[in-house]
């Protein structure tokens, strides 16, 4: 939700002021709606690298052990978190900011969540789209052509599970990015561990 908030960035430029603050939330039905949406993208996605991968190699066959399935998929989840992660923090380098990580409870069920941020730091709105879908559009890709490319069936497969898996994982980026769109060119943006600040321009006074 959008809310009023108080107090400025330290590095708000004197003509903008401070609009309101919007979270996601990751709390109750909200919560599990996000997780199913992530859980239901996560298999399709991954049916269709398989498939691309299978067009173009000629087949389609995967061969993992049942013994290393569980702690090859608990690798690739973090794997992913690191890379996810630092592509955001990456970006918001290259723009001038100081990212830095952690980790919050967000519930009972879904426990923990990972997050890159720099608050204190305003960026435009394209700049905070960007470091937004980095991950999903830059990792997405990376995963896929390494899925499908490879030779080896098994990293194949690793990679076409790091491509669903990051494409799932997005899912409260591609919220946030939509939210972010909604408000107008001019805004400034201030990233939050829980959402964003936003910043316009001051009314004259009159």
């Given at each position: 939700m959008l809310k009023r908030a108080a107090g400025v960035s330290h590095n708000t430029p004197p003509e903008y002021e401070l609009a309101g603050h919007w979270q996601i939330n990751l709390k109750g039905w909200?919560?599990?709606?996000?997780?199913a949406g992530?859980?239901?993208?996560f298999g399709p996605t991954l049916i269709l690298g398989v498939v691309a991968r299978g067009m173009?190699?000629?087949?389609?066959?995967?061969?993992?052990?049942?013994?290393l399935a569980f702690p090859i998929f608990l690798a690739i989840i973090v794997a992913f978190v690191i890379l996810h992660e630092g592509v955001h923090g990456l970006v918001f380098?290259?723009?001038?900011?100081?990212?830095?990580?952690?980790?919050k409870l967000i519930g009972r069920f879904f426990p923990v969540a990972f997050y890159a941020s720099a608050t204190g730091h305003l960026l435009s709105r394209n700049r905070y789209l960007l470091v937004g879908l980095a991950p999903f559009l830059v990792l997405t890709s990376l995963f896929l052509l390494t899925g499908?490319?490879?030779r080896d069936n098994g990293m194949a497969l690793i990679a076409l599970t790091a491509m669903a898996m990051n494409i799932a994982g997005s899912t409260g980026d591609l919220?946030?990015?939509?939210?972010?769109?909604?408000l107008g060119g001019g805004t400034l943006f201030e990233d939050t561990a829980d959402g964003f600040n936003w910043y316009r321009p001051s009314r004259p006074n009159l």
């Open positions: 909200d919560l599990i709606v996000l997780a992530a859980i239901i993208v173009l190699q000629g087949s389609g066959e995967f061969h993992v052990s049942i013994g380098l290259v723009f001038g900011g100081k990212p830095r990580f952690g980790v499908i490319l490879i919220i946030v990015a939509r939210k972010v769109r909604q």
